[in-house]
């Protein structure tokens, strides 16, 4: 069972850049796909981004795309996501986790996921 632990978030100004980590332990996530998601306390966890296991396709949701980028390092099992021009709308706490099903094109469902990591705060100022 994979153990995932996300890093990197922190308070920045808008117009800011964060790259957060995701750093698995416990098995390989070498031949995963992977996502990274956000929630605000109170709403529904949304999808950011998903990359494939060799990170040769990597998809985005609207709100970040063109901002954010989504990559792999499968030699040190860590997923990345650098967030550029960071919005006080990108505030939330930011989860990466194992794509286990492939129900979507893109991997945008939670139910796809498994083996979620404890998240990281990343909160952006006006």
């Known amino acids: 069972q994979a153990q995932l632990v996300e890093s990197g978030g922190g308070l920045v100004q808008a117009g800011g850049s964060l790259r957060l980590s995701c750093a698995a332990s416990g098995r390989t996530i070498s031949s995963d796909a992977m996502g990274w998601f956000r929630q605000v306390l109170g709403k529904e966890r949304e999808f950011v981004a998903s990359?494939?296991?060799?990170?040769?396709?990597?998809y985005y949701a609207a709100s970040v795309k063109g901002r954010f980028t989504i990559s792999r390092d499968n030699a040190k099992n860590t997923v990345y996501l650098q967030m550029n021009n960071l919005k006080p709308e990108d505030t939330a706490v930011y989860y990466c986790?194992?794509?286990?099903?492939?129900?979507?094109?893109?991997?945008?469902?939670?139910?796809?996921?498994?083996?979620w990591g404890q998240g990281t705060q990343v909160t952006v100022s006006s």
């Open positions: 986790a194992v794509r286990r099903l492939f129900t979507t094109a893109q991997g945008t469902s939670v139910r796809e996921y498994d083996y």
């Open positions: 990359i494939s296991w060799s990170g040769g396709t990597t």
